[in-house]
């Protein structure tokens, strides 16, 4: 079985730091036009970046003109976003959590005293703002954990694939090692096998 060495983790956190900027954008400024254009600036200004992720876009400052419905809103959004990642020719991601959705029935025993719903794995559609999450992604991946397993399963789901050259539709099964935080595609890989 495989934990990291400290050289290995020194490494890894070298990496990062040279290779990943985080920005905290003021949050009373936390909306779609601000972040963007601190995005531009610092592109422009400061380093060069390949890649914009906004995680989550749940905690964004909604400025939803008046008159915009949810879905017109959440269009106008993903297309600034979608706008800004073409003219600067970077990868851009928006992490969004969904709606509660469909329950499975039943609970899943998380503890002595606490107990967890089971629901279905979300669709890009149930993100609050529907379709345009599905209409306007290149690419749309689910990210989600099946409690009722044993082990449990996280699935990633690859559900809208724009140019056939990135990939393909389709869902991978991974397995979360709780010891060294580490997602393993085979269960007998696991260091924790609760």
């Known amino acids: 079985q495989y934990t990291l060495t400290a050289e290995e983790m020194a490494d890894g956190l070298k990496f990062v730091d040279e290779h990943f900027q985080f920005i905290n954008p003021d949050e009373t400024d936390f909306h779609i036009e601000y972040i963007l254009a601190l995005a531009q600036e610092i592109k422009d ?7 914009l992720v906004i995680d989550p876009y749940n905690e964004m400052e909604q400025k939803r003109p008046a008159g915009f419905t949810e879905t017109q809103y959440i269009a106008d959004i993903l297309g600034k976003y979608r706008r800004f990642a073409r003219k600067n020719e970077t990868h851009n991601w ?3 959590h969904p709606k509660i959705v469909r329950e499975v029935g039943g609970t899943i025993q998380a503890s002595d005293i606490k107990k967890h719903k089971v629901y279905a794995m979300p ?4 993100i609050s703002g529907g379709a345009n999450w599905y ?12 409690m009722t397993s044993k082990p449990e399963k996280t699935v990633v789901s690859t559900q809208k694939v ?13 397995f979360y090692d709780f010891l060294n935080n580490r997602l393993v595609e085979n269960s007998s890989e696991l260091l924790f096998q609760g």
């Open 45 to 51: 200004g400061f380093f060069k970046y390949d890649g």
């Open 94 to 96: 928006m992490v969004a």
């Open 135 to 146: 209409n306007k992604a290149d690419m749309g991946v689910i990210i989600y954990r099946d």
């Open 162 to 174: 724009r140019f056939r050259e990135c990939g393909k539709r389709g869902d991978t099964e991974f």
């Open 123 to 126: 669709s890009l559609y149930d």
